[in-house]
Structures are given as structure tokens and as C-alpha cells.
């Protein structure tokens, strides 16, 4: 069901979406890391915890998730009475993929007294095993509200895990799970691109590893980059995060620089994710107009997944809104 299964050419794709789009009552949620063109025709584009957040206020009958599955999971767990299609059930995610929820479960068990603080990337099975979810956007706000003698768990990301224990000065045990896109940044080429543009600040995203990290003058989730990009008095910016976010930063400061940090020989696709790709515009149409591939999941795991998605929303504290195509935000988190 993911491929087109009649011609699609000639037809207006833009226009036969939003057909569909208000024929089904759907919303279109994208992440930043989508084609541009299903940014810019999107409801909402947002980072993880804002899509989380919309996908459980909708009113609209049908999703149409433009991210990877562990999102648009996300969205059907909190609203199961909603259809959600995801354009390709193989967008998927190299986190989701480092943390079999057998070993994760084997993992808790070995640490009893901790307690499992889980990034939002990855499978429902690991979020039913998990206490609480975080995104990158809300890790440190709810780190901040368990006691300090807690004893965690995170996982997958290594990264952002020891990113947030250097932070905090929390002892956290890791999962050794990484993103194949921001482990690729290459801090030799880095280091060669900021002495080309002395003073441009480096965002970067906290999956990066720390000695990308080390550059970096602002580490925060993609709508935290993007707020920091407009509010910035700066006029050249490096972007160290998947490089389709700069859409939006071109499209709301177009005169501003931003510059994608590079990857191992400087000039490579690698920072590019290869599981957001795999949405297109045809696959958009095709799942508005068929109503598939839709996300299922067994109702037993939808609500053990539940309950440390809805622990995530509650400690967050934050209401969504922020990040509405054409409303972009200036502040930070
Ligand atoms: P954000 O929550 O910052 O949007 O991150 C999602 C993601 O998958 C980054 O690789
Ligand atoms: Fe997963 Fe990395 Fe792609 Fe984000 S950028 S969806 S963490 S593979």
C-alpha cells in the first residue's frame, strides 16, 4: 500500500491534497524535517512534543502524520478514535531500531531500583516498558522534577542522555543507541567552517555527539533551533541538525545565512534523514484518497504506552500553539 498504484502524473498534487484534506476532515501534521512542500502545505509543523501535542487536541476525524512511525504511533495512542496515516510505514527510525523492546525489558530488569526515563524516539513496546517519556524539548524540565537520589535509566539516545547528565550533573546509566544522522557531523569540518564565518553561532540539535556538542552555542530540540534562528541577532548562523528545517528558517528570515554543518567529507547527503525522506508528496495524496497505510496498534499496548506518554504531557508544561505555520515563535523554551 505505500507505492502509488495508478498514474499520478499530471494531477495537481498541492491542490488534489488539500481536496482530500477537507473532504476527509484531516489535518496534516509535519515535522521540520519533511520535503519542503509538505512543510509549506502542512496544518502544523512542529518538533516532537508540539506534534504530540496536536495530535492530542485535533478534532479533525483522519491524521495525516508527516514524520516517522514512532510519531505517528505517538499520535494514534493519544487519539485512538482518529484514523492515522503515515505516507510510508517505513519511515522509521535508527533509535527506534537500536532498542529491541526484548533487550530494553532485560535492561530494566537488571536495574531494578532505576526508574526508565525514555526519549519519545522509539517503539510503543519500549514506551509500555518505560516510566516517563521526554522529547528533547521537555528532558531537562522533567529531569528537574524527579528527586536527585533517583536512580535512572535512558534510553535510546546515548547522546542526549549524556548530553543531559553533563547538564544536570545527574548520574543516568545509557542506552548505546544512536541517530545515524547526527552522528555523522564531522567536528574536523565543523571547526574548517567556522573559521570561514567567525562569530556565526552554532545550533545544534542534542543528538549530536558531545564533541559536536562542545561547538555549540545554542543545543536544543528543532523548534528550539528554529526560535533561536529568528530571535538571533546574528545574520550567518551553522545548523547542526537534519538540514530541511532550514525551509523554515529561510522562508521566516530570508535575509539571514544558514549554513547545514557538514558531514564526513564536507559534502556529503549524510545529514539527511533517510526515514523522513521516504514521505512524499504521491504518498501524501495516495493515503489521504485510500485512507491507508494507517497505524494500528492492539489496545493493550496503546494504553500500557500511555501512561508514560500522558506522565510526559503533564510534567512538560507546556501548551501547544507555538510553532502554527505562519506563526512563527521568537523565544526560547
Ligand atoms: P525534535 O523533538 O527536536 O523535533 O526531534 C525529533 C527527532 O527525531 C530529531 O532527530
Ligand atoms: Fe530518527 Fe535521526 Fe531520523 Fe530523527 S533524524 S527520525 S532520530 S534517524
Known amino acids: ?95 527506534e531500531d537500536s532498542c529491541p523492546p526484548d533487550r530494553f525489558k532485560a535492561f530494566r530488569e537488571a536495574h531494578p531500583d532505576h526508574i526508565a526515563l525514555t526519549y519519545i524516539n522509539c517503539s510503543a513496546a519500549v514506551k509500555a516498558l518505560s516510566d516517563i517519556i521526554v522529547t528533547s524539548s521537555s528532558a531537562e524540565t522533567i529531569l528537574a522534577q524527579l528527586p536527585r537520589d533517583q536512580k535512572i535509566i535512558f534510553g535510546p539516545d546515548k547522546n542526549l542522555g549524556g548530553y543531559l547528565a553533563r547538564k544536570t550533573g545527574r548520574d543516568m546509566l545509557l542506552w548505546p543507541g544512536v541517530c545515524i544522522v547526527h552522528e555523522a557531523f564531522s567536528e574536523t569540518e565543523l571547526l574548517k567552517l567556522k573559521a570561514q564565518h567567525p562569530g556565526a553561532p552554532v545550533l545544534a540539535h542534542p543528538e549530536c555527539p558531545g564533541h559536536i556538542l562542545d561547538h555549540a552555542d545554542l543545543v536544543g530540540s528543532t523548534r528550539a533551533i528554529l526560535d533561536y534562528a529568528l530571535s538571533s541577532p546574528s545574520d550567518v548562523m551553522i545548523v547542526a541538525t537534519e538540514p530541511h528545517i532550514i525551509h523554515q528558517m529561510e522562508k521566516a528570515a530570508p535575509h539571514k545565512i544558514f549554513i547545514g554543518a557538514p558531514g564526513a567529507d564536507g559534502n556529503c547527503n549524510c545529514n539527511m534523514c533517510p526515514y523522513m525522506a521516504l514521505n512524499t508528496m504521491e504518498k501524501l495524496y495516495v493515503a489521504l484518497r485510500d485512507l491507508e497505510p494507517r497505524i494500528e496498534l492492539p489496545e493493550d499496548l496503546r494504553l500500557a504506552a500511555k501512561t508514560s506518554l500522558d506522565r510526559m504531557l503533564e510534567m512538560a508544561g507546556r501548551t501547544v500553539g507555538q510553532g502554527d505555520v505562519g506563526r512563527p515563535v521568537f523565544s526560547g523554551d
Do not use: W
Open 1 to 95: 500500500m505505500n507505492a502509488p498504484n495508478v498514474s499520478l502524473r499530471g494531477l495537481d498534487l498541492a491542490a488534489e491534497i488539500d481536496r482530500l484534506r477537507r473532504e476527509r476532515n484531516a489535518v496534516i501534521l509535519a515535522h521540520y524535517y519533511q520535503d519542503p512542500r509538505i512543510q509549506d502545505l502542512a496544518d502544523f509543523v512542529g518538533d516532537s512534543l508540539d506534534l504530540s501535542r496536536k495530535a492530542a487536541s485535533t478534532d479533525a476525524d483522519v491524521i495525516a502524520f508527516c514524520g516517522v512511525r514512532f510519531m505517528a504511533e505517538t499520535a494514534k495512542i493519544l487519539s485512538p478514535d482518529k484514523i492515522v496515516v503515515l505516507p510510508d510505514m517505513a519511515a522509521g527510525c535508527s533509535l
